[in-house]
């Protein structure tokens, strides 16, 4: 088992930034990585961003490529997300999770399990 808990999240004006971070615990080891996830209200939920515990290459969805930066620091198995010049439509509750299955795109969401609680995010125009 695994268990994640989100922070960060908050209420800011467009233009603005916030970071969440997202610690994991228990059992990571034979994991791959992390994902964060946002849905918006009547929306599907969606891949944000993802980071590999190997390090090397990262994954953004297009809409948020240039403003987002996912980041991890093993030592504290803890994954970042960076957000910058956050947008209206970047309102959502933001989850990360675990991925569980090797290879595959990073973005598919049946990859993962062991989600966090989620934490809400909320860009004001």
């Known amino acids: 088992q695994v268990q994640l808990v989100e922070s960060g999240g908050g209420l800011v004006q467009a233009g603005g930034s916030l970071r969440l971070s997202c610690a994991a615990s228990?059992?990571?080891?034979?994991?791959?990585?992390m994902g964060w996830f946002r849905q918006a209200p009547g929306k599907e939920r969606e891949f944000v961003a993802a980071?590999?515990?190997?390090?090397?290459?990262?994954y953004y969805a297009d809409s948020v490529k240039g403003r987002f930066t996912i980041s991890r620091d093993n030592a504290k198995n803890t994954v970042y997300l960076q957000m910058n010049s956050l947008k209206p439509e970047d309102t959502a509750v933001y989850y990360c999770?675990?991925?569980?299955?090797?290879?595959?795109?990073?973005?598919?969401?049946?990859?993962?399990?062991?989600w966090g609680q989620g934490t809400q995010v909320t860009v004001s125009s």
């Open positions: 999770a675990t991925k569980v299955r090797a290879g595959g795109s990073w973005g598919l969401e049946r990859l993962y399990a062991y």
């Open positions: 980071v590999p515990w190997s390090g090397g290459t990262t």
């Open positions: 228990g059992r990571t080891l034979g994991t791959f990585g």
